[in-house]
């Protein structure tokens, strides 16, 4: 973790309870100190909660995301259920996507009718204003961050990165390799650059609006982009993540940064100019923290499926990532991917139980 003066040292760990969950978040992504780390998971919000199981039954997935009152249920059940630290908004990464005049179905993932493939295709795409196209997602973080603001619990949104993004376009649907749209790097360059920017400007002011209705921290999810070669990763994926990086800087809100499978471009993720690189599990925790060091912090990286472990050893493996982690200038103990659906409540409570247990002596 960062460096700091004794007198910050003691004042801070004096009073813990003068950190709010939110102080805490907030200031672990601007790498100042804290009393230890924040700790949330993604997708904390799912199938292993019956409390969500519940809220689900007789709707669809997409329908489910644009009814507020629902969408805002399942997103703050995990503060009661495990007693994670902040609240991420239930969406998807598609959410905002069928108001550029793109038909996308869930079969149960996402299906696109006509894959985006032509120059044509992409110059038809229209750009929407998030509050027009997606208004219930802004009345969802608004109610929210009206619920949250009397416990002080930080409210995260969150965004589909371009290349992810042009990754299902291009497919048509989910894949092992994409190689429709890794063949487009050489064959059809100019249609997947024409894409990526008009995808650039959709996240940028769909995160923008999101900030605007109470998000206080945002979350790019670039899940695809670890399948390019380093090379082309930083052609193609870090000058858009610089761009929307930069774009959304005076918002003022910390933008983390996710991209699974991206071990060989870490050092290109802390490029980004985002204030925390979120890590999945195959990151050697230790090795990013030294190469990270004051430059950005660091979030996650148990593998989830660890979470079926007894409480002891999860707790053994979150000590050990909080010694790993010491060189990076602030860490948000996390997940190295989603939360799976047959995961333990017992495991996920656990995971949590382990980070409050880092600011007092092992148990």
């Not at 925790?285 to 979470?307: E, F, Y």
């Amino acid at each position: 973790m960062a460096s700091r003066s004794l007198g910050e040292t003691e004042r801070v760990l004096a009073r813990p309870e003068g950190i709010t969950r939110t102080d805490r978040l907030l200031r672990a992504c601007r790498g100042e100190a804290v009393d230890r780390p924040p700790v949330w998971l993604m997708r904390q919000a799912g199938r292993y909660l019956p409390e969500y199981r519940r809220v689900r039954e007789g709707i669809s997935f997409l329908d489910m995301c644009a009814d507020v009152d629902r969408a805002v249920e399942v997103s703050l059940q995990p503060l009661a259920a495990v007693g994670t630290e902040a609240v991420i908004f239930f969406s998807d990464i598609f959410t905002p996507i069928p108001g550029m005049g793109i038909d996308v179905a869930f079969q149960p993932g996402p299906v696109i009718a006509t894959p985006i493939r032509s120059a044509e295709q992409v110059e038809k795409l229209r750009v929407p204003d998030a509050t027009e196209s997606v208004p219930f997602v802004m009345e969802i973080l608004r109610t929210l961050r009206r619920e949250l603001s009397q416990p002080a619990v930080p409210l995260l949104g969150f965004a589909g990165a371009p290349f992810t993004l042009a990754a299902y376009l291009v497919e048509g649907r989910g894949s092992r390799d994409f190689a429709t749209v890794k063949r487009m790097l050489t064959r059809a360059p100019e249609v997947l650059r024409a894409l990526q920017a008009r995808l650039t400007d959709l996240v940028v002011g769909y995160l923008a609006a999101q900030v605007e209705a109470g998000a206080q921290a945002v979350q790019l999810f670039d899940t695809w982009a670890g399948l390019l070669a380093r090379d082309d990763y930083r052609e193609w994926v870090l000058p858009v993540h610089q761009q929307i990086v930069e774009r959304l800087r005076s918002r003022g809100a910390p933008i983390i940064l996710y991209v699974k499978n991206g071990a060989h471009v870490v050092p290109e993720m802390i490029e980004s100019g985002a204030d925390v690189i979120s890590l999945d599990w195959r990151v050697d925790l230790a090795s990013a923290a030294r190469l990270a060091g004051d430059r950005v912090s660091l979030q996650g990286n148990l593998d989830p499926c660890h979470l079926a472990a007894p409480p002891a050893e999860i707790e053994r493996r979150v000590r050990a990532m909080a010694d790993a982690v010491t060189p990076a200038r602030g860490w948000i103990l996390n997940l190295g991917h989603g939360c799976l659906p047959d995961t333990p409540v017992e495991g996920v409570r656990a995971f949590t139980d382990a980070a409050r247990a880092l600011g007092g002596p092992p148990r």
